[in-house]
């Protein structure tokens, strides 16, 4: 700091106009220098995030008469990309949509009809389970782009898969007979190779990279519920983790079970843990009984938002007589919250968009929900 006191008056006035000069002028090209470095990086910013609103997006899904005839939406390539498929006479054709500029792609195209498509955990892959006959399924792999992987034939009547979200190199594949009884592979997509299992339960879930988990029904005393077991590759026995179990999920990080409120069977509890099965969050909705088990909403789960969406009926009863309707309701895991998004809906399959801004709705995911907006759009062109 300068010391005016200890100058001669006569430098005084001199020495302070130039020391307040250059301090201005100083201040002046470092203010210029900020400025020529922060506006680019704004605008480069806001150019990767600006996108367009759900309600700018190009809605319905136009298809043209040389594609066939529209089967159902796949499911989230992207925020802005989908996955369809058309049929046409015995073929199916698999696209991807741009919802943005509204043109389709076709990614794979197979002669015999899809039954279904399933795209894997990191969306680099894609699972189409075909059908050549009706004891006859086939599995092919493709990537992303389209690129044809592996190809393999399952005796079967029907076929069920679960992708292992932490080596997408192994697919769990159970094979149904007529009569449902059934055998469950490990399909290894690397080589190709099939790997009989020995569990009890046909529709078994990923919770580690080489331990699974299922209900594990009394075939001998049917039940409404079942205990939830963990077993591990390699591994004698399996453990029990939770006793009385309606349903359950795993996510990366994250269980999600549901059960019967001890205190009144007509609630349905829905408790979330992480993977050292502490309790993060729980809430309960009306439960709705079917002749033989309970019925469980459709939901789906934000990884990104840690938000849990999920239809919920007005009261209690039996599901065959039910017709109040069903609320979408979203569960904030995080703030502890919950929020009606719409009312007056059917119970039908959601997939959130992986920004969890969006979510496909319906039994062929003809519908989308802008969930900020809680507006519905139509991707099929009802005509």
């Known amino acids: 700091m300068i010391h005016f006191k200890t100058l001669k008056q006569a430098n005084h006035a001199f020495m302070l106009l130039i020391f307040i000069l250059s301090s201005l002028f100083l201040s002046a090209c ?3 220098e900020q400025t020529k470095q922060k506006i680019p990086i704004k605008d480069e910013k806001t150019k990767e995030t600006a996108v367009p609103l759900v309600k700018e997006w190009k809605m319905p899904i136009s298809i043209s008469a040389d594609q066939g005839e529209f089967y159902k939406v796949i499911g989230w390539l992207s925020d802005q990309q989908i996955f369809y498929v058309t049929n046409l006479k015995q073929s199916s054709h698999l696209y991807l949509y741009n919802l943005i500029t509204g043109k389709s792609k076709l990614i794979y195209k197979t002669e015999n009809p899809i039954v279904n498509v399933q795209i894997s955990p990191s969306k680099k892959y894609l699972l189409i389970h075909s059908s050549p006959s009706s004891n006859e399924g086939l599995v092919t792999i493709i990537d992303s782009k389209g690129t044809e992987l592996l190809k393999k034939t399952f005796p079967s009547y029907d076929l069920d898969f679960e992708w292992n979200p932490y080596n997408e190199s192994q697919i769990l594949v159970t094979k149904f007979a007529e009569d449902w009884s059934f055998q469950l592979n ?3 997509t690397k080589d190709a190779s099939t790997t009989v299992l020995h569990f009890p339960e046909p529709f078994i879930k990923w919770i580690n990279k080489d331990e699974i988990a299922y209900l594990n029904w009394n075939r001998n005393s049917p039940s ?4 939830l077991s963990f077993n591990g590759f390699g591994t004698e026995g399996e453990k029990t983790v939770f006793a009385n179990i309606i349903q359950f999920e795993v996510y990366r990080n994250m269980l999600m079970t549901v059960s019967a409120n001890k205190q009144d069977k007509s609630m349905a509890d829905y408790s979330f843990f992480d993977k050292k099965l502490k309790k993060l969050f729980s809430f309960s909705i009306p439960q709705l009984s079917n002749y033989s088990d309970w019925l469980v909403p459709f939901y789906d789960y934000s990884e990104g938002k840690k938000q849990f969406i999920t239809f919920k009926p007005l009261t209690s009863g039996d599901a065959d007589t039910y ?3 069903f609320q979408l309701i979203r569960y904030d895991l995080v703030k502890g919250s919950s ?9 039908v399959p959601l997939s959130v968009s992986p920004s969890g801004n969006a979510a496909l709705m319906g039994n062929s995911f003809e519908k989308i929900i802008d969930l900020n907006e809680k507006k519905i759009y139509d991707l099929k062109r009802n005509d």
């Open 30 to 32: 470092s203010g210029q």
């Open 186 to 188: 490990l399909l290894d």
């Open 224 to 227: 409404l519920d079942a205990p």
């Open 323 to 325: 017709s109040e309707g």
């Open 339 to 347: 929020e009606i998004l719409l009312g007056g809906l059917e119970n």
